[in-house]
């Protein structure tokens, strides 16, 4: 199955959160995902923690427990090197949803304002008669598929599934992140976990006859 890329270019103001992030706490509890140089799509999502003191932040993740840390650069806002010495810029785009950094070879590192990050913790479908059940397809082994709170590639993941997992399929519409496209997004319930969100077409087998 063809997959088609979408780049994204979103991601935060840092100055207005750091404003809500000091009137809260030095340390508060979010939603990380990173991608790989030109990727669409996380290849690790994890809930982690994001502190701030005095214009350094650190960043730590639960699921593999790494952790970032970046010094601000001079009077540059924005710009920061991280613990190996490398530069890391800090990008807008979220609003106040979040905040995305840019390392030196095209990573990038989401953060999101968000401590509802849990994965697999929705409530058991007991299913229903007419729902329609599709399998999950990546074109690289292991590949995390990002669970989508919206039908579209710049909402936050809510989660994320592997290939050869099971979804109830409960609506499709058609994808409007790039003009001509001709995928589209369904929102779907896991069978195991009976977590619900939206993944795009490409990286879901539909049953046999095809339907949507």
Not at 84 to 97: E, I, T
Request: glycine share 14%.
């Amino acid at each position: 199955m063809r997959i088609q890329t979408v780049l994204l270019s979103a991601i935060t103001s840092f100055a207005t959160l750091g404003v809500g992030l000091a009137a809260k706490a030095d340390t508060t509890p979010a939603h990380c995902d990173l991608y790989a140089p030109g990727e669409d799509y996380a290849y690790l999502s994890s809930n982690c923690t994001f502190s701030q003191r005095q214009g350094h932040i650190g960043i730590q993740l639960q699921s593999n427990g790494a952790r970032y840390d970046f010094d601000p650069v001079g009077n540059q806002p924005g710009n920061f090197r991280d613990q190996h010495g490398q530069a890391v810029y800090r990008q807008s785009g979220l609003g106040n949803a979040g905040t995305i950094f840019e390392f030196s070879d095209g990573s990038h590192l989401w953060v999101y304002w968000d401590s509802n990050t849990s994965y697999g913790t929705g409530p058991v479908s007991q299913g229903t008669g007419g729902t329609r059940v599709g399998t999950l397809v990546a074109h690289d082994r292991g590949s995390q598929i990002n669970l989508r709170s919206e039908a579209t590639a710049r909402s936050r993941a809510v989660g994320y599934g592997l290939a050869g997992d099971q979804v109830n399929i409960l609506e499709c519409v058609q994808d409007r992140d790039t003009a001509g496209s001709d995928l589209n997004w369904c929102r779907v319930q896991f069978l195991g976990s009976g977590a619900i969100g939206w993944i795009r077409s490409d990286f879901i087998i539909f049953p046999s006859d095809g339907a949507l």
